[in-house]
């Protein structure tokens, strides 16, 4: 039980990682998140500790999910597909795309928009109480911790509109925390399976 | 037949509409199917049609496009697109970003000196672009216009951008851009005399690692690294760089005059380049490998996303070919959106590369698998065209209704406004409305299609082997996934689909065997292998190609001249006038320079004729014009200029620039001049030796440290494989199932997270009273019946346990008294014959049927129908008075029988059996085992038919009735019992229906209309339903009178009916009136009755399932399906309908519309017992095997092998809990994983008698046979989980 743990959990922060590390190029990119200029001096050396952090929290949530899932009792069953999961994650993909690359009027509309995607993320891959609660959470959480870490001037925002980042972030991290769920609970089934397929062999 | 639709009162808005679509679709789908070709064609046309528009677009690439036009009569074209120009392209509009003026310059020290040293090639011709900077940044030009100068047309550039500070040194800022290599000395003539070191000064600037596209050198000196001739191994010994000006305007007295100006100092002779065409260079948006990091990424999404979205398409005859039509489906119904849009005037400008995948999830290919899945899930007996309409009109409403959702969640973000969304909410409605048309044309016939290949592919390979056979029984065709594993003709007997056999291997091993099947990892290799190369290609094709060109150019002349063999070029300079180059040397401060005749004052004609010499080294390095100097900007990276551009913060993307013809410039130096712009240092660089092996070691040296890297890599990516393959397959592999065992007791299983359901709350309560095993069980929630095959019934309170009434088995009482033992129930007989023998004084026949009774009970059963009878009758005679005396005590537990002691004989007996079981509890026979050896008798065949298919009725009740059928009609047994309210209904062997009170324990009535032995009951309201033998079926209403008078009334008259009590205990008078017999209900003997939501269902050995109306006991349906007889059904309050025969298949029905919802074959021989949740189905079969099925789609979930001979027991208790009858325990089980929760044992050996029959209390308890005791589990944790 504790290798698979183990090996899921690996297995969610590579994917953390690994999103974090594209997301991160995304924002980069257009200038949306500025780093100081003498740490940047390639995409993966600057800020080596975005991806790791993202990696972490992302194993964290994936294997947060399903633990809840079971302690509630009501396991999930909306949807448990890799194809969903796969769509689950191309959506927050572009949910991220869209904040980085699409020229919005004002940053009201842009949150507001990225605000109806998350929801609607939710509404069409996860759709349980547990996970809209824990979602919303974790971003709470993750939107502090932001806060605190511009304010020491780890690094900063370009126009920052919530106290000192973009408002649109909750928004991301809620989305990413229900995809890393999604994802998640997929490896739990799939651990379910294997177990009960042992025990059935015999 | 019977089939008749019953139209619901009235329909809403939503059910009409619904019908209306389902009916459209059902219509469609027959269109389809029929005509598969013409609408393929058609659909391939309209395709095509609207992606016509397409060849319109511009192809898809970033690379720059160009545009020559003349110098002579050009023009700043205007922002205005001007009608019809010709093959003018739409970017030429206003001026461009910049106009490129590159000055080539090409120098040599000639006559080469052999007091020369290497440094000599490139230090003084390196020099004089510090006098030629100043030449071109001094020119002015003026004329009648005024005075023009450089410094007015130059593009000025301000700060670097902030992340370039190491540039800072080497590229202009605040100023006019004007980049030469004497930028890497600060256009000091000073710097660079005192540099001890040039060759070091420019590789300092040079980025470490690979790097193919511009580099600083290659921005500085204007020309590929490897053509500028400045190393110590130049074997040409010309310099060749660049002066790049970069204009903002343009200016054509200005340039002719500095053109003129520099050709008239610097002539160059034989120089034929072409200075009449300019060239406009478009760049398109740039894709960087930053950039391309998340596109690759949502790719690689996007095939994980039809990759693992097809791979569901299964049970169809060509998988890769439906695949593949689902793909196409949605690539084309995208460039189709894309263009209708183009058509109607919408030039997306959008990226379409990055927008494409997001698309594609968007549409989604899930429609198109649950088309497949529908239609795949229909009927197979059906005609194909059938089958393509029902499964269409199954799922046309959540079809429809997905696509009204994916349509108003477009629509919303429509009115975001923002431009970009759109645009893509745009493309996305139209992509969704013809990703519709497609799948309704396309991709349904094409499944049409694969489904009638696979058809008659079926019957191709059933005919050759039934040719010979006597003509096969007209029953549907089998698909092919499914063949039914009990059939022995070996034809049949085909592979499991992939589906099937994968359910039996664990998830890691057919990972691996994917793998290995399809070499995924070779192929991933080399595919990535061709995406970089073909990456490196697209990025840098230019830099590419001159290392190639490099590499070959330096292959071939050099090895040749160094052999001695021929000059490198055919234009040798045979004649050096050594005077001239000093002369131009002289800068003369011309104020208008005058153009100089060409091939006038040089003296280095290119002879092209000119014989070699072969044995002379090249000691006059010659200079010479190609044409490939004349665009030399060709050779560089096509990212030289944004690059250089973008180091200012000016993107080039979108915009053009304008290259103009170069201005040549060819400078001789003498080898005087060499020496003296040396630096001391110069001399210490020893000449290389062997300058070929060096260079080629250096350029080796590069290719070494390629080839090391990817070695190194690609060790690493083995080691990584191997930990990842040592990580997920544990060493014990496969030897598993010693670790992972059944569950013993008190080995309580938790789940993953620590957690294990409460264990001490589940304690199974025994309920004693029985003398033999169970037989039937009943219960309404409240009250539990049990009637063992004693004949007795016992009455218990489902909650506390009680035992509440006991009716004993008046056949017994009967027998005992004529004193015919033989009528009796054969196992009563012989526990009651053995038990009083023993206590009375003659023990003779102890010792032999205690034996018998030990050690093989088969032995007993055979004694007692053969020979050994007559011994036993003997005894006869002085038993039966031991048996009266002994009787008439009578225990005091049953009070609440009428006071006739003495006929009380099943309490006597219960009594024998408990004082007999107590010193050897083991003793009484295995059921199955009495079964199997039970005396063949006719009547036996008849009744085991019927018996041995309905899982309610155990085995042993052959064993018990098969003497009673045969003899006496008024002595019979209870095959079938229904409890609701206090009333027993009980069917009995004899056909008779009784009516007991079960609190009193009163015969309240009884009816005995048919005589044939009523197999099955269900009693529902006041109905009775009551199968019988000879295959009719029975409905009975119970009616409830007030009393007329006191002690009138009676009970049906009977002969075998015991008196009714009197009736004055209670108040009402109980009648059962026979309302409507159907006597040919079913052709042969009906198995299974089950009663639900006012529907009556049988099923009968003739495999025909059957739906009455309870009210009017219409029949409703006949549904054929099944190929063996039915077994099982089962029917709940939402008018689910499904039910198992011996073929192993499991039908669901539609009961409104009495058609096949889907069908497979889940079991090696008969489906004991099904049931059904909202999500899944149950089924267990004859092959101990209980399969969990989702009910939507009809895909096995997975299976749990049960012990042998308790597959049949099985219940659900709530939407997630799975309980299971098992040896002597149950088990419960989490549906959704299949994780087997906990194991309750009901006994105290573990190994016990097995749990055959199981049933599920409205209360989460539990009740199961366990022997001739039942028992009562109450699950408490489930209590809040039903709340």
């Given at each position: 039980m504790t290798t698979n743990l183990v090996i899921r959990g690996t297995m969610l922060f590579s994917v953390g990682v690994f999103l974090a590390l594209v997301l991160n190029l995304l924002q980069v990119q257009r200038n949306v998140t500025l780093f100081p200029p003498d740490v940047i001096s390639s995409i993966f050396s600057s800020a080596w500790w975005v991806p790791p952090c993202c990696g972490t929290a992302s194993a964290m949530i994936g294997l947060l999910y399903p633990c809840i899932d079971s302690r509630l009792g009501?396991?999930?069953?909306?949807?448990?597909e890799w194809s969903s999961v796969m769509r689950c994650v191309a959506v927050f993909v572009g949910i991220n795309h869209a904040s980085a690359k699409v020229d919005f009027a004002n940053n009201v509309q842009l949150s507001l928009t990225l605000a109806a995607l998350s929801i609607g993320l939710w509404w069409t891959f996860d759709r349980s109480r547990s996970g809209f609660g824990l979602g919303i959470g974790i971003a709470l959480l993750a939107t502090l911790a932001t806060q605190l870490l511009v304010y020491n001037g780890v690094f900063q925002y370009?126009?920052?509109?919530f106290l000192y980042i973009r408002s649109w972030l909750p928004c991301i991290f809620f989305a990413g925390v229900i995809t890393m769920g999604n994802i998640g609970r997929q490896l739990a089934l799939y651990e379910y399976k294997v177990v009960q397929e042992k025990t059935h062999q015999d | 037949d019977g089939r008749q639709l019953t139209p619901p009162p009235r329909m809403t808005l939503r059910e009409r509409l619904r019908e209306k679509i389902s009916a459209a679709f059902y219509h469609h789908g027959l269109l389809c199917a029929s005509y598969p070709v013409p609408i393929i064609l058609f659909t391939s046309a309209s395709i095509l049609t609207c992606c016509y528009?397409?060849?319109?677009?511009?192809?898809?690439?970033?690379g720059p496009v160009e545009f020559t036009t003349g110098v002579r009569d050009y023009t700043v074209p205007s922002?205005?697109?001007?009608?019809?120009?010709?093959?003018?392209?739409?970017?030429?509009?206003?001026?461009?970003v910049a106009y490129i003026q590159q000055v080539l310059v090409k120098a040599a020290v000639s006559p080469?000196?052999?007091?020369?040293?290497?440094?000599?090639v490139f230090r003084s011709p390196l020099g004089r672009v510090f006098s030629l900077l100043e030449e071109i940044r001094n020119h002015v030009h003026s004329d009648s216009t005024g005075v023009r100068s450089l410094e007015a047309l130059c593009l000025q550039v301000t700060d670097l951008?902030?992340?370039?500070r190491r540039m800072q040194s080497v590229l202009p800022e605040h100023g006019c851009l004007l980049v030469s290599p004497g930028n890497y000395w600060q256009n000091q003539r000073e710097l660079f005399d005192s540099d001890p070191d040039p060759l070091k000064t420019i590789q300092k600037h040079e980025p470490k690692?690979?790097?193919?596209?511009?580099t600083l050198r290659d921005l500085l000196f204007g020309v590929p690294g490897k053509h500028t001739?400045?190393?110590?191994?130049?074997?040409?010994r010309v310099v060749t760089y660049t002066i790049t000006v970069v204009l903002v305007s343009y200016d054509t007295r200005f340039l002719g005059s500095l053109r003129s100006r520099l050709k008239q100092l610097h002539p160059s002779a034989n120089c034929s380049l072409r200075d009449d065409h300019m060239v406009h260079v478009h760049f398109k948006e740039e894709i960087g490998i930053a950039e391309l990091i998340p596109l690759v990424t949502t790719y690689i999404i996007l095939f994980a996303y039809i990759y693992f979205s097809t791979r569901?398409?299964?049970?169809?005859?060509?998988k890769w070919g439906l695949a593949l039509a689902a793909v196409v489906t949605v690539l084309s119904s995208l460039l189709m959106s894309v263009g209708l849009c183009t058509l109607f005037g919408?030039?997306?400008?959008?990226?379409g590369g990055e927008i494409f995948p997001y698309l594609v999830v968007v549409i989604g290919l899930e429609n198109v698998l649950v088309l497949t899945k529908s239609v795949v899930s229909t009927?197979?007996?059906?005609?194909v065209k059938l089958r393509i309409a029902q499964g269409l009109s199954n799922e046309s409403w959540s079809i429809m209704k997905n696509m009204a959702t994916e349509l108003c969640i477009i629509l919303i973000g429509y009115f975001t406004l923002v431009p970009a969304i759109q645009e893509f909410c745009l493309f996305a409605v139209v992509g969704l409305v013809s990703d519709f048309f497609l799948q309704m044309f396309f991709f349904t016939t094409v499944l049409s299609i694969d489904i009638r290949r696979m058809e008659l592919a079926d019957l191709n390979r059933r005919l050759p082997a039934e040719a010979?056979?006597?003509?096969?029984?007209?029953g549907p065709l089998r698909?092919?996934?499914?063949?039914?594993?009990?059939?022995?003709?070996?034809?049949?007997?085909t592979l499991q689909t992939p589906a099937f056999r994968n359910l039996r291997l664990p998830k890691r091993l057919r990972v691996v065997y994917f793998l290995a099947r399809t070499r995924l990892a070779q192929r991933i290799i080399m595919v990535g292998t061709v995406i970089w190369i073909g990456i490196l290609v697209y990025t840098d094709p230019a830099g590419l190609r001159t290392y190639l060109a490099a590499q070959v150019s330096e292959q071939s002349p050099l090895g040749d001249s160094g052999g001695g063999?021929?000059?490198?070029?055919?234009?040798?300079?045979?004649?050096?006038?050594?005077?001239d180059p000093t002369s131009t040397l002289?800068?003369?401060?011309?104020p208008e320079p005058t153009p100089l005749p060409e091939n006038?004052?040089?003296?280095?004609?290119?002879?092209?004729g000119a014989g070699p010499r072969?044995?002379?080294?090249?000691?006059v390095p010659q200079i010479t014009w190609g044409?490939?100097?004349?665009?030399?900007?060709?050779?560089?990276?096509?990212r030289h200029w944004p690059s250089l551009f973008s180091y200012y913060n000016i993107t080039l993307a979108k915009r053009y620039i304008s290259i103009l013809p170069v201005i040549p410039v060819t400078l001789h130096l003498s080898p005087q001049e060499a020496i003296e712009t040396r630096?001391?240092?110069?001399?210490?660089?020893?000449?290389?030796?062997?300058p070929k092996v060096s260079a080629d070691l250096q350029t080796d040296l590069t290719l070494y440290k390629v080839a090391a890297l990817g070695l190194a890599a690609g060790v690493l990516l083995v080691l990584l494989l191997f930990c990842l393959y040592r990580v997920l397959c544990p060493r014990n592999y496969g030897q598993n199932g010693v670790a992972h065992?059944?569950?013993?007791?008190?080995d309580l299983p938790c789940d993953d997270y620590g957690y294990s359901p409460?264990?001490?709350?589940i304690s199974p309560l025994l309920l004693r009273?029985?003398?033999?095993?169970?037989e039937c069980l009943a219960s309404d929630g409240m009250l539990l019946a049990s009637c063992c095959l004693a004949g007795q019934i016992r009455v218990w309170d489902?909650?506390?346990?009680?035992?509440?009434t006991v009716i004993p088995n008046h056949g017994l009482r009967r027998s005992s008294s004529s004193g015919c033992?033989?009528?009796?129930d054969g196992w009563d007989s012989v526990g009651g014959a053995t038990e009083p023998e023993c206590l009375?004084?003659?023990?003779?026949e102890h010792s032999f049927s205690g034996d018998g009774l030990s050690e093989d009970e088969g032995d007993l059963l055979r004694r007692r129908s053969v020979p050994a009878r007559p011994t036993l009758f003997t005894d006869q005679p002085d038993l039966t008075p031991l048996i009266d005396t002994n009787f008439?005590?009578?225990?005091?537990?049953?009070?609440?029988?009428?006071?006739r002691g003495g006929f009380d004989f099943g309490g006597l007996v219960e009594r024998a059996y408990l004082e007999h079981e107590s010193?050897?509890?083991?003793?009484?026979?295995?059921p199955s085992s009495a079964a199997s050896s039970s005396p063949p008798s006719a009547a036996h065949l008849q009744r085991r038919r019927s018996l041995g298919d309905?899982?309610?009725?155990?085995?042993?009740d052959r064993a018990s009735t098969a003497g009673t059928q045969a003899t006496a009609d008024w002595d019979s047994s209870v095959w079938a019992m229904e409890l609701r309210g206090n009333l027993i209904a009980a069917g009995r062997s004899s056909g008779k229906l009784e009516l007991w009170?079960?609190?009193?324990?009163?015969?309240r009535c009884s009816n005995?209309?048919?005589?044939?032995?009523?197999?099955a009951l269900a009693f529902l309201n006041n109905r009775i339903v009551a199968a019988r033998l000879n295959g009719s079926l029975d409905f009975f209403t119970v009616e409830i009178n007030k009393p007329l008078?006191?002690?009138?009334y009676r009970g049906a008259?009977?002969?075998?009916?015991?008196?009714?009590?009197?009736?004055?205990?209670?108040?009402d008078v109980i009648s059962c009136q026979l309302?409507?017999?159907?006597?040919?209900?079913?052709?042969?003997?009906?198995t299974v009755l089950r009663a639900a939501a006012g529907r009556v269902v049988t099923g009968s050995q003739d495999h025909t399932v059957r739906v009455y109306r309870?009210?009017?006991?219409?029949?409703l349906f006949t549904l054929?399906?099944?190929?063996?007889?039915?077994t099982a059904i089962y029917i709940d309050q939402t008018m689910v309908l499904a039910s198992g025969g011996q073929d192993g298949a499991i039908c669901l029905w539609?009961?409104?519309?009495?058609?096949?919802?889907s069908h497979v074959y889940g079991h090696?021989?008969?489906?004991?017992s099904l049931v059904c949740t909202t999500s899944c189905v149950i089924s267990s079969g004859l092959d101990d095997l209980i399969c969990i099925w989702?009910?939507?789609?009809?895909?096995?979930l997975y299976s749990i092998q049960q012990e042998v001979g308790c597959g049949a027991s099985l219940g659900v208790i709530s939407e997630s809990l799975l309980v299971t009858g098992g040896q002597g325990c149950v088990s419960f089980w989490d549906?959704?994983?299949?994780?087997?929760l906990q194991t309750v044992y009901l006994?105290?050996?573990?190994?016990?008698?097995?749990?055959r029959q199981l049933l599920v209390l409205d209360n989460a308890a539990i009740v199961c046979d366990f022997g001739s005791e039942l028992s009562l589990v109450y699950v408490p944790s489930v209590l809040e989980k039903l709340d």
């Open positions: 009501e396991p999930h069953k909306f949807k448990r370009t126009s920052p509109d | 528009p397409l060849l319109r677009l511009p192809l898809p690439g970033t922002h205005e697109p001007q009608g019809d120009l010709g093959e003018r392209p739409d970017w030429y509009r206003g001026p461009p080469w000196d052999s007091s020369l040293v290497p440094v000599d951008l902030p992340g370039l690692g690979l790097h193919t596209s511009a001739g400045v190393s110590h191994y130049n074997r040409k569901k398409i299964d049970m169809v005859k060509s919408l030039t997306p400008t959008l990226n009927p197979v007996d059906l005609e010979g056979l006597p003509p096969p029984k007209p698909p092919r996934e499914a063949p039914p594993p009990p059939r022995p003709s070996p034809h049949t007997i063999g021929l000059p490198p070029h055919l234009g040798v300079a045979p004649v050096f006038h050594a005077g002289s800068v003369l401060p011309a006038q004052s040089q003296g280095h004609h290119g002879s092209a072969p044995q002379v080294p090249p000691a044409a490939e100097d004349e665009e030399g900007w060709r050779r560089l990276s096509f630096h001391p240092q110069d001399t210490r660089h020893p000449p290389p030796p062997i065992g059944r569950r013993r007791r008190g409460p264990v001490s709350e009273g029985h003398s033999m095993d169970i489902a909650q506390t346990g009680d035992c509440l033992w033989e009528q009796r009375g004084s003659d023990c003779r008439t005590c009578q225990p005091p537990s049953h009070l609440a029988t009428p006071p010193p050897s509890p083991s003793t009484y026979p295995s309905a899982p309610t009725l155990p085995a042993q009170d079960a609190v009193e324990g009163s015969l005995e209309d048919g005589v044939s032995g009523i197999t008078g006191l002690l009138q008259p009977g002969r075998g009916s015991m008196p009714p009590s009197p009736c004055y205990s209670s108040e309302t409507r017999s159907v006597q040919c209900a079913h052709q042969k003997p009906i309870l009210e009017d006991s219409c029949c054929q399906g099944h190929s063996g007889g039915i539609d009961v409104l519309t009495g058609s096949r919802v090696r021989g008969d489906v004991t989702d009910r939507s789609t009809g895909i096995k549906l959704n994983f299949g994780d087997l006994g105290q050996s573990s190994d016990g008698q097995g749990v």
